[in-house]
């Protein structure tokens, strides 16, 4: 089994690849100490691939991911090709699920996030480098404990963990 230490981050290609290249930028940079590893440096889907030839790229993908990461915009619950389709999967292999609100909002957003993951064990934060760091290092662990006590449902931070982070 190989070894799984990164992050598959699922988002709208079309409107929401901003935040995308942001959170690299993130990484990239050297007055951050944010970091992850990016899922989807491990292979390209180019244009013309088919659908079949994109999902066996993408379970490969999901195959060495610990996190799922939905970054959760305007459109992204019509999504149902692919973004669905990966969500699906990461349900299915219990992956820790980050949602990040690109609207800023710390709690689940009833009216953007996917309806197939409203009731699911997901930590949902807002796009914000430090809470997704946070998130990232302490969510896993909190899942794999819901996961055991069987708890379900949206989960979310205080303001408190936001300001110790030094958000308003």
């Known amino acids: 089994m190989a070894y ?10 079309d409107s929401d690849i901003s935040y ?9 940079s050297d007055h951050s100490s944010f970091n992850f590893y990016n899922a989807h440096e491990l292979s390209s889907a180019r244009d ?21 990461v939905l970054l959760v915009g305007a459109n992204t619950k019509y999504l149902y090709k692919f973004v669905r389709w990966e969500i699906e999967q990461a349900l299915k ?3 820790p699920i980050i949602c ?3 609207n800023g909002v710390r709690y689940l ?11 699911e064990l997901a930590m949902h934060v807002s796009f914000n480098s430090k809470i997704i760091e946070y998130a990232l290092d302490n969510w896993p662990a909190q899942h794999s404990r819901s996961i055991l006590d069987g708890k379900t449902g949206a989960y979310y931070y205080s303001d408190s963990i936001y300001s110790s982070l030094g958000s308003k």
């Open 93 to 95: 292999r219990e992956l």
């Open 109 to 119: 957003d009833r009216e953007n996030c996917p309806a197939i993951l409203r009731e």
């Open 100 to 102: 990040v609100n690109l």
């Open 48 to 68: 013309s691939s088919t659908e079949y030839s994109i999902k066996a790229s993408l379970q490969e993908r999901l195959r060495h991911s610990k996190v799922f």
């Open 20 to 28: 995308y290249r942001l959170m690299l930028a993130w990484k990239q």
């Open 4 to 13: 799984r230490n990164r992050v598959f981050v699922s988002f709208d290609g």
